[in-house]
């Protein structure tokens, strides 16, 4: 099934996505968000991103009580939608770019070929998860585990309480340092006796009176209390020693998994973007576009560093900029 050519076509559906069809409506660009699926992979990806997973939002903009991650994505989609944009639940699984002046052709999971002259790439980065079938219920429940201290660490629940991170890289120890501000005490989970993450990184850290290392320590399990599926709150870690294989049990309130982010680019194989060694999107300088004319990025996706919903739809706002302006001077707009 082959679609009409459309002027704009955005792949993803978190802050960058909805931010972008939102400039682009209202500049009567009809764009078409393909919003995608749910599926396990292995933790949950939804339709709306990471802030799926996130109960509450306390430092995003306009929304002085806070405001459930949900929430505020459906609210993303109702002001997109209010100005026309049409919404697709399909998968890109495919991607022909054209540099030639063609339209860019998307081939989606259900059989469609969707051709457009724009298209603004927002598909976010997923967290790495360890797995466990305890954590993805407590992560997707909002019971305490989290992959985001900056989003979610400042919450009241996790105040002055025992919190864990998983991790011994550079962002284990900025997600670490960073709750020490507010938690009793911050344990570093790590498998091994040493820390991956630079000397400057561990030594703020641990230069901090509430932190402390556990070598050599897997989690195995999380314990918790509660109502499952309701209110069920993370009360403690089953930990695992990698050396002696020796068993033991952590309270904490809070779990924090920062062992690094995948971003959402495997679609983009063989299909000529730019990509860095890590997978992210290559953008130009602060340009929103790629290396092929007429695509362009926007949000988590292309964005290593950051990763919030703030500079995701600052991000977004910029592509559909980008892309309007780029189509004006097609004669395409």
């Not at 109702?78 to 998968?91: H, L, S, Y």
């Not at 063989?270 to 860095?276: C, F, K, M, S, V």
Request: glycine share 12%; charged share 20%.
């Amino acid at each position: 099934m082959t679609d009409n050519i459309h002027k704009v076509v955005i792949i993803g559906s978190g802050p960058a996505g909805w931010t972008a069809a939102v400039y682009a409506a209202r500049a009567n660009l009809d764009p078409i968000v393909l919003i995608g699926v749910p599926k396990q992979d292995p933790g949950p990806i939804l339709p709306g991103g990471q802030l799926m997973l996130t109960t509450e939002v306390e430092n995003y903009p306009g929304f002085p009580e806070g405001v459930a991650g949900p929430e505020m994505m459906a609210k993303f989609q109702a002001q997109a939608e209010r100005f026309g944009t049409e919404v697709i639940g399909d998968d890109v699984v495919r991607c022909e770019f054209s540099k030639t002046g063609e339209p860019h052709v998307l081939h989606t999971a259900s059989g469609r070929a969707i051709r457009a002259h724009a298209v603004v790439i927002a598909t976010g980065a997923t967290a790495n998860w360890m797995g466990l079938e305890s954590e993805m219920r407590l992560a997707r429940a909002g019971g305490g585990v989290s992959a985001c201290a900056v989003c979610d660490g400042a919450l009241p629940f996790f105040r002055n309480q025992p919190l864990a991170v998983v991790g011994g890289g550079d962002t284990a120890m900025e997600e670490a340092t960073y709750l020490t501000k507010f938690a009793s005490t911050v344990y570093v989970i790590h498998r091994r006796d040493q820390l991956r993450a630079s000397k400057v990184m561990q030594d703020r850290f641990l230069s901090k009176p509430n932190a402390q290392v556990l070598w050599n320590k897997v989690v195995e399990d999380c314990q918790s209390e509660g109502e499952v599926g309701k209110n069920e709150k993370i009360k403690a870690l089953v930990l695992r020693d990698t050396v002696s294989g020796e068993r033991s049990e952590l309270p904490v309130r809070g779990l924090f998994i920062a062992i690094g982010h995948t971003p959402a680019t495997r679609f983009l194989k063989g299909a000529g973007i730019e990509l860095d060694e890590a997978g992210y999107v290559r953008l130009r300088s602060r340009h929103s576009g790629t290396n092929i004319e007429g695509v362009f990025a926007a949000g988590d996706v292309a964005d290593a560093e950051y990763r919030q919903a703030i500079t995701a739809a600052g991000m977004g706002c910029q592509a559909a900029l980008d892309a309007e302006r780029w189509l004006g001077r097609k004669g395409l707009a």
